[in-house]
T-cell receptor, first 116, second 116 residues
Framework: EAGVAQSPRYKIIEKRQSVAFWCNPI?????LYWYQQILGQGPKLLIQ????????DSQLPKDRFSAERLKGVDSTLKIQPAKLEDSAVYLC??????????????FGPGTRLLVL | KNQVEQSPQSLIILEGKNCTLQ??????????LRWYKQDTGRGPVSLTI?????NTKSNGRYTATLDADTKQSSLHITASQLSDSASYIC???????????????FGSGTQLTVLP
């Protein structure tokens, strides 16, 4: 079974530039998550989708971050404009059902973003 | 406030030795607790999951314990190997009935280094 795919793996941009990350979850997984993991910290949930609807985006900085999952499969996360403090690893995860705590979340390798 | 605290922050041991990582939480109500292993440059991978009624769970050389009364968990690694070098993250889940879609609280992780 193919795992969660993410691209790019690394990205270096200057502050105030825009950047987009892509995630392809495991086939058949209804729920998709985007996390931000700052060095030395645990992942922080940014947004949770169930199919193509948003379940939780309470920790998403909506003035600069946006995410979509138009067809209920792939998802993109965008930052516009980026700030220095956005430097982090962005992890995508998926689970079979909306019951995130009960179903195992499978994580992708992450996209490491460095904002200069 | 719902928190998950892990200790130590980092740990260095010699190959073949045992070690124990700690996780204390204040998350309430409680549904389950997971330990994840995160290799450098990879996403987290689930090692064990324990519900309220379980006080121990093993996965090969990894043994997790849970004391739901004192809200403490530990992850014991036996006969460590170089490949055990990773960050170990404790994640506590609240029940769906708690009314929040954001049910998972991540610890900051313990960075384990196994030296030859």
């Amino acid at each position: 079974e193919a795992g969660v795919a993410q691209s790019p793996r690394y990205k270096i941009i200057e502050k105030r530039q825009s950047v987009a990350f892509w995630c392809n979850p495991i086939s058949g997984h209804a729920t998709l998550y985007w996390y931000q993991q700052i060095l030395g910290q645990g992942p922080k949930l940014l947004i949770q989708f169930q199919n193509n609807g948003v379940v939780d985006d309470s920790q998403l900085p909506k003035d600069r971050f946006s995410a979509e999952r138009l067809k209920g499969v792939d998802s993109t996360l965008k930052i516009q404009p980026a700030k220095l403090e956005d430097s982090a690893v962005y992890l995508c995860a998926s689970s079979l059902s909306p019951r995130g705590g009960y179903q195992t979340q499978y994580f992708g390798p992450g996209t490491r973003l460095l904002v200069l | 406030k719902n928190q998950v605290e892990q200790s130590p922050q980092s740990l260095i041991i010699l190959e073949g030795k045992n070690c124990t990582l700690q996780c204390n939480y204040t998350v309430s109500p409680f549904s389950n607790l997971r330990w994840y292993k995160q290799d450098t440059g990879r996403g987290p991978v689930s090692l064990t999951i324990m519900t309220f009624s379980e006080n121990t769970k093993s996965n090969g050389r990894y043994t997790a314990t849970l004391d739901a009364d004192t809200k403490q968990s530990s992850l014991h690694i036996t006969a460590s190997q170089l490949s055990d070098s990773a960050s170990y993250i404790c994640v506590v889940t609240r029940p769906e009935s708690s009314g929040s879609a954001r049910q998972l609280t991540f610890g900051s992780g313990t960075q384990l280094t196994v030296l030859p």
